[in-house]
Structures are given as structure tokens and as C-alpha cells.
């Protein structure tokens, strides 16, 4: 049986907290055989975004970063829901500097995990709607489980996904594609999203998953690795400066859009439909 040490052993504050992970709501699992790092979300119900899981996330990936890991494989605790997305609660009635924390770590997760240097897969073990499917289009490879689905269905909640979650988008589908399913807000079955190549592969389960992430991360091992990291940074490095220098300007964009009063009102409607659909 391989051996697998847990990184972030140590409590964010206090010895009280030493059982804990330093990142509560993340853990990261390097394989000591392979060298392949599983940094799995867990925070319930439905891994949302909010600041404490994105300021989990990018510790765990820089953590991932500076261990020099040979791969990154991006999975979920929950065994139906990779990512529900954004934490809507985050956006509804927000609360002024929390908003801005929550955007610029968004920034931030994103900057990192599309622009990291160790190569990366994602496990894509349940739904994985807007957010959700930014951080697997992040990635360079997706495995996914069936019945399950993704996709960007930001115009569905009235509101528009930002130009770097398209970089995302289009760095796996090609335009014409990208451009129709962003304006319908499509969601795509697994096996759709196979289909249409936003996903690489499928897997019965998360074991098999991870399991075919980490032979797309071995493809890279007879590769001299500044050279492959160097070239995939060339790759996504115009889309990754778009927003380097328009990181203020988003920021701003984004408060203004989720202030309006007609977008509060829809993310209401929609989170009141949420909630109504759980109870059934
Ligand atoms: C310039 C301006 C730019 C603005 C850009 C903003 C870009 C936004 C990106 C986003 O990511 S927005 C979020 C989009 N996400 C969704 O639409 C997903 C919604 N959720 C679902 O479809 C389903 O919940 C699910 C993920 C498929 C899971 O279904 P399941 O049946 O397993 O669980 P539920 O019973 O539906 O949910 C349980 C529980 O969780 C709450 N919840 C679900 N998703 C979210 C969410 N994204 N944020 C907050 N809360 C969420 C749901 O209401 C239930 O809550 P309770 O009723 O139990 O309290």
C-alpha cells in the first residue's frame, strides 16, 4: 500500500487545533511513490465558494508549488458534487469588504491554479456548475463520473461570467462552442461534456478518477519539467496578464454588477428556488 503523508498538519491558530488541518476546509495528500498531490475540497454541503474554502484552496495550491510536487489532482470529499460554484450567500446582500476579500481570492485561486508551474487534473467526482467547472477548466485534464454535470450556467442566474472564466473555458473548447454554451448557461451531462471535449476522460469512480489523473500527470515524468512548465506558462500566460492588469478594474466591475438591484433580486429568486428544491 502506498504511503501518503498529509500536508498542513499544523493548526491555523493554537495548539487547540492541532488535530485539525491548517486548512480546514482543503487537505492535501502527496503520494510519496509518485509524488502527485490530491488536494481535495471539503466543505458542506456542496464545496461553495466562499472565502474560507478560496483562501484554503490557494494555500493548499501554493503549498503544492513550493513542494515541488510532480502533479496537482483537484478533487472533492463530497461524493455527488465536485463544486457547486460560488458561494451565492457570498453575493446576496453582500457585505462591503467581505465582498471585496471574496472577489480578489477568487482572483487569486485562479491566477494560481491556472497559471501554476506543476501540472494539473482534475477528479471531477460530482456536479460542477459555473465556479465549480472554472477550476476544472483550469486544469490541463478532467476526468469525470457519470450522470453528473458541468458547465458555465452564469446567464441562467442573470449574470455574466467574467473574461477569465471564459480564458478557462476556451483553453478546452474551441470558440464557436464556448461562445454558444456561455450564452445558453448550458450544463453538460458527462456524457455530453465528453463529447464536445470539455472533459478528457471518464471513470466508473473516484478512485478510478484519480487514478487516470495521475497517469495524464506521468505522461510529464521524462519531461524535463522547467521546459514543460515554462511552455504551458506560455500557453496561458496572455490570459493570465489580462488579468494581472485588470485585476482593480474587475474587482470595481464586479461590485457595481452585483449591486444592482436587479441582480440582487435574481440571485434572491434563485437561491429561494434552490432552497425550496432541497426541501422538496
Ligand atoms: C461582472 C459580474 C460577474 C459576476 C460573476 C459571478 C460568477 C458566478 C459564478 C458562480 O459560480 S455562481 C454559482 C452557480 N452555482 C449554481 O448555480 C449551482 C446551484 N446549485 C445546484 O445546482 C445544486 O445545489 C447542486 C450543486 C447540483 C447540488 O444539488 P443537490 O440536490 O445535491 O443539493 P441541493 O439540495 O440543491 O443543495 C444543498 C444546499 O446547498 C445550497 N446551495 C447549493 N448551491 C449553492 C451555491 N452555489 N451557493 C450557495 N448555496 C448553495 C442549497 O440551497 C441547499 O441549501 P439548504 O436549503 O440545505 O440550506
Given at each position: 500500500m502506498l504511503r501518503t503523508k498529509v500536508l498542513s498538519l499544523?493548526?491555523?491558530?493554537?495548539p487547540s487545533r492541532l488535530m485539525s488541518t491548517a486548512t480546514k476546509l482543503t487537505t492535501v495528500e502527496v503520494n510519496d511513490k509518485t509524488g502527485i498531490a490530491t488536494l481535495t475540497m471539503c466543505r458542506a454541503p456542496v464545496n461553495g465558494l466562499n472565502l474560507e474554502l478560496l483562501k484554503d484552496l490557494k494555500t493548499s495550491i501554493d503549498e503544492i508549488e513550493s513542494n515541488k510536487s510532480r502533479g496537482l489532482i483537484l478533487t472533492s470529499s463530497?461524493?455527488?458534487?465536485f463544486s457547486a460554484g460560488l458561494d451565492i450567500m457570498e453575493m446576496y446582500n453582500p457585505e462591503k469588504e467581505r465582498i471585496r476579500a471574496f472577489w480578489t481570492q477568487l482572483q487569486e485561486v485562479w491566477l494560481s491554479l491556472y497559471g501554476s508551474s506543476v501540472p494539473t487534473a482534475a477528479a471531477i467526482n460530482g456536479h460542477s456548475p459555473a465556479g465549480g467547472c472554472l477550476l476544472a477548466t483550469s486544469c490541463e485534464y478532467r476526468v469525470m463520473l457519470p450522470k453528473f454535470t458541468i458547465g458555465l450556467n452564469e446567464t441562467q442566474l442573470g449574470i455574466v461570467a467574467p473574461k477569465w472564466f471564459m480564458s478557462s473555458f476556451l483553453s478546452v473548447l474551441p470558440q464557436r462552442q464556448a461562445e454558444r454554451a456561455?450564452?445558453?448557461g448550458r450544463m453538460f451531462s458527462t456524457e455530453e461534456a465528453l463529447q464536445i471535449g470539455l472533459i478528457d476522460e471518464t471513470a466508473t469512480s473516484k478512485e478510478e478518477a484519480v487514478e487516470k489523473c495521475a497517469a495524464f500527470l506521468?505522461?510529464?515524468?521524462?519531461?524535463n519539467p522547467l521546459a514543460r512548465a515554462l511552455?504551458?506558462?506560455q500557453f496561458r500566460a496572455a490570459d493570465l496578464q489580462q488579468l494581472e492588469n485588470e485585476r482593480k478594474d474587475d474587482l470595481e466591475k464586479f461590485l457595481f454588477f452585483i449591486n444592482q438591484p436587479a441582480v440582487q433580486k435574481g440571485l434572491?429568486?434563485?437561491?429561494?428556488?434552490?432552497?425550496k428544491k432541497a426541501k422538496k
Open positions: 499544523v493548526a491555523r491558530s493554537g463530497n461524493a455527488t458534487i456561455l450564452n445558453q506521468g505522461t510529464f515524468a521524462r519531461v511552455t504551458k506558462q434572491g429568486i434563485y437561491l429561494e428556488g434552490l432552497k
